[in-house]
């Protein structure tokens, strides 16, 4: 058509082509938090934590630790050899002050203790904060178990049959929550967190530590939270809220 | 403990016994050679006769198309493959399917029983005991394809050769 | 007796020594596949004290393995001749100890088989990967030390080599200390005494070990210790326990003065059962005081009394082992101080713990396979002490 402004039109194209390269590493690193492609490693970019509010967590629920033995199957048994990637501790405040639970997992530290005394460095961090154990690696000496603060790591002391396909584990090598980095890696979130939202308490919350923007950024900025032995200096990728 | 001191000497006898005793020893050295290359030799030859009694492995492949590398490179190569994708899946986080050993179970997984291990005919245990070599991966990895992914399909992202 | 039949039966009666250790040996061999195959579950570790009794066997022959090689080390770093003459069986103590007590540790592994995997991949941050290189150089440099004692012409190099024999075994029993002054969290551990006080043990325990292998050396041959030597030996290792004994005490003295420390000191000297009476009767009294009684009471320490302390001192190291070892991972962690905490994984309580035959049995073999090689050692080689050999064939020669 005749009547059709050719400057205008181009002056569109190239501002929607400016707007649009302006905009798409924004898109970019959006998507680079909220999920990687399957061939791109994990970057120190981002720190994966999680902040517990122990003034939320009830005493008499157990789901985070249920949800964390579904996904990962683990038994479910509670005897003193069997694996417990996380635990509810209830506490009694020794001062007088009133009763408190919270859940208990390996605190993915940025200086992990286990992560030093491991002697062919199966237990490791990975680049965005999860501290894990390279099983093909590990030879089952036990020393991280002994070193971690937290008694988060557990040893596996019998065969295991019927492992979840996206959670190798085995005899003889020692485990630990892996911050279900097999969901992270897919964009969800850890089992245990997504369970405890769902009983209603959402009493843990999951993200991106070295984001601003993200809500546990945001509530640790906001209120008061804590590490486990902060006297240690280990500087946990969990932190608790309320104790 | 009595005073042996020279241990070699104690056995005594001449120049002549000791001449004796080097041919003995050599005779006995040459002895297992033989045997041993005969040993290997025979079973061998025997092979190539009509009915051969070394037991073949079982290549039972019920998935349609083809293995993301050829054959001959996987006969050789598919542990320095599983090797090296398994460190960069677990250091790095790589998740691509095309190297991943769950990709390997989810085509190659037996059709009658869904797994790649546990019978002498299953495909991973298969040739492994016929190599004698062994089969670490499935005492901590699942030798079935996960939850909701069919048997004898590859996994979602794998690329066709 | 003429000296045909003393060969006679003293040969049947050292083949029945190689018997019996084998045997022991073969039964640890077996525990240690029974463990492997059928997981830790099969010995009464846990989740929360991981290492068992295995660890007590181990850590006492590699703390010993050390400690007997001191006294190659007076004879030529000190330069005294009449420990010269016993600085081969020494070497040869050293080397049997450090190989029985590593065979138990790493049959102890979850993963036995990944024994290549631990010797190519290395964390250097870690005191068991350094460890790898200590242990494995000392079997060397104590097997070239004992080339240059045994062989005339190398024996001009024995001094320079026994210097750096004594400098590698220092930093290694320093090494085996760290590994447990390395850990920050435990009240038990975490404390830089424990290299210093792993070398004193070391230094007791090696002479009680060596003590007792000469003492038997002896008696099988029908010798005896020349009286001055025994006196200087003996005065040494009650030198040595005391050592022991002060260290200990200012270890506990340290940890009872800090307020976060008192109850787990508690635990360990007073309320914690079996761990009060091993430490108190097994390492104090029967591992420490009865033995230096034996030393230094003027109308005892002959040649019986010495044997006996050194027993009683082995004896009380691996009582102290357990405490320390097991007691240490029995108290519960510290996570949340001023709180009282309980759960389904141990938090807060006390754990229990049962030694079960497996690892008994392992410990036991590890002891087995160090006594086979002293006692084969001894057989091939010249490694008892040269006055003791020239009286054997006195002795022997006057029988006929």
């Known amino acids: 058509m005749s009547g059709i402004d050719h400057a205008r039109r181009q002056i569109l194209a190239w501002g929607a082509a400016m707007a649009g390269v302006t905009l798409a590493p924004g898109v970019t690193l959006f998507q680079l938090a909220q999920g990687r492609p399957p061939a791109e490693p994990a970057s120190k970019a981002v720190r994966w934590g999680m902040l517990v509010d122990a003034n939320r967590c009830a005493s008499d629920c157990d789901a985070c630790v249920t949800a964390c033995d579904k996904e990962n199957g683990l038994s479910g048994a509670r005897t003193p050899t069997s694996a417990q990637w996380i635990r509810k501790v209830e506490l009694k405040d020794l001062r007088g002050g009133p009763a408190k639970s919270a859940p208990v997992m390996c605190q993915h530290c940025a200086e992990p203790p286990c992560v030093d005394v491991c002697p062919t460095g199966a237990s490791f961090k990975r680049a965005d904060g999860i501290v894990l154990v390279d099983r093909h690696t590990c030879i089952g000496c036990r020393y991280c178990v002994m070193a971690c603060p937290y008694q988060a790591r557990s040893f596996v002391h019998e065969p295991v049959t019927d492992q979840k396909p996206e959670v190798p584990r085995g005899k003889g090598c020692v485990e630990s929550c892996t911050l279900c980095v097999h969901r992270i890696d897919r964009d969800r979130i850890p089992a245990c967190v997504e369970a405890c939202a769902a009983t209603g308490h959402k009493a843990i919350l999951f993200g991106n530590l070295n984001d601003p923007a993200s809500e546990i950024s945001q509530r640790i900025a906001q209120f008061s939270t804590t590490a486990l032995r902060p006297d240690l200096k280990l500087n946990p990728g969990v932190r608790y809220q309320g104790l | 403990m009595a005073d042996r001191g020279n241990f070699g000497g104690t056995f005594g006898g001449g120049a002549r016994a000791r001449a004796r005793r080097r ?92 797994r790649v291990t546990g019978s002498k005919d299953a495909f991973c245990e298969s040739c492994h005991r016929f190599a004698a070599v062994t089969l670490d991966c499935f005492e901590c990895h699942a030798d079935h394809p996960p939850a909701g992914i069919a048997t004898n399909a590859a996994l979602p992202g794998v690329v066709p050769r | 007796m003429t000296h045909a039949e003393f060969t006679r039966r003293e040969s049947r009666w050292f083949w029945a020594l190689l018997l019996l250790l084998g045997l022991v040996a073969l039964a640890g061999f077996a525990a240690a596949h029974y463990m492997e195959e059928n997981g830790h579950i099969v010995t009464g570790m846990n989740n929360r004290i991981v290492w068992g009794l295995p660890h007590v066997f181990a850590i006492f022959m590699i703390v010993a393995a050390s400690g007997a090689l001191n006294v190659a080390s007076i004879g030529s770093v000190f330069g005294k001749p009449e420990y010269k003459a016993r600085a081969p069986l020494s070497g040869l103590l050293c080397i049997a100890l450090l190989a029985g007590g590593l065979a138990v540790l790493m049959l102890d592994l979850g993963r036995p088989e990944r024994m290549v995997v631990a010797a190519t991949h290395y964390n250097f941050t870690s005191v068991f990967a350094w460890n790898v290189f200590l242990y494995s150089g000392m079997f060397a440099i104590v097997a070239v030390y004992l080339w240059t004692l045994m062989e005339r012409r190398m024996n001009v190099y024995s001094g320079r080599v026994g210097l750096a024999a004594f400098v590698w075994r220092i930093v290694l029993t320093t090494g085996t200390g760290a590994i447990f002054a390395f850990l920050v969290a435990r009240q038990a551990y975490g404390s ?209």
């Open chain 3, 192 to 400: 830089a005494l424990l290299p210093p006080l792993f070398i004193v043990m070391s230094f007791a325990w090696g002479l009680a070990f060596f003590l007792a292998i000469q003492s038997a050396v002896y008696a099988w041959n029908g010798g005896t210790v020349p009286p001055e030597l025994l006196r200087r030996m003996r005065n040494l290792l009650g030198l040595f326990i005391a050592g022991v004994l002060y260290m200990t005490a200012v270890q506990h003295l340290t940890n009872a003065y800090f307020a976060r420390q008192v109850a787990f000191e508690q635990f360990i000297l007073l309320t914690g059962g079996v761990y009060p009476m091993l430490f108190w009767v097994g390492y104090v009294a029967a591992g420490s005081v009865v033995p230096l009684v034996l030393i230094y009471h003027p109308r005892l320490g002959g040649t019986a009394s010495v044997l006996a302390a050194s027993l009683l001192t082995i004896a009380g190291a691996f009582a102290l082992l357990y405490v320390f070892i097991i007691g240490g991972q029995a108290w519960p962690l510290e996570i949340f101080p001023g709180y009282e905490a309980s759960s389904t994984f141990g938090d807060g309580q006390i754990t229990a713990y049962a030694p079960r035959l497996p690892e008994l049995l392992l410990g036991m073999g590890g002891v087995a396979v160090a006594l086979l090689i002293i006692a084969i050692g001894l057989r091939v080689l010249p490694f008892a002490p040269v006055d003791e050999r020239k009286a054997a064939v006195a002795a022997a020669a006057g029988d006929d």
């Open chain 2, 23 to 114: 041919a003995t020893g050599l005779a006995f050295v040459l002895g297992c050679v033989l045997c041993g290359v005969l040993g290997g030799a025979l079973p061998a030859i025997a092979a190539e006769g009509p009915a051969s009694r070394v037991p073949k492995p079982v290549v039972a492949i019920s998935a349609p198309g083809q293995c993301v590398e050829d054959t001959q490179f996987m006969l050789r190569n598919h542990m320095e493959i599983l090797k090296h994708h398994r460190d960069q899946t677990v250091h790095q986080g790589v998740r691509t399917t095309q190297h991943s050993l769950a990709n390997c179970v989810a085509c190659h997984a037996s059709k009658a029983t869904g």
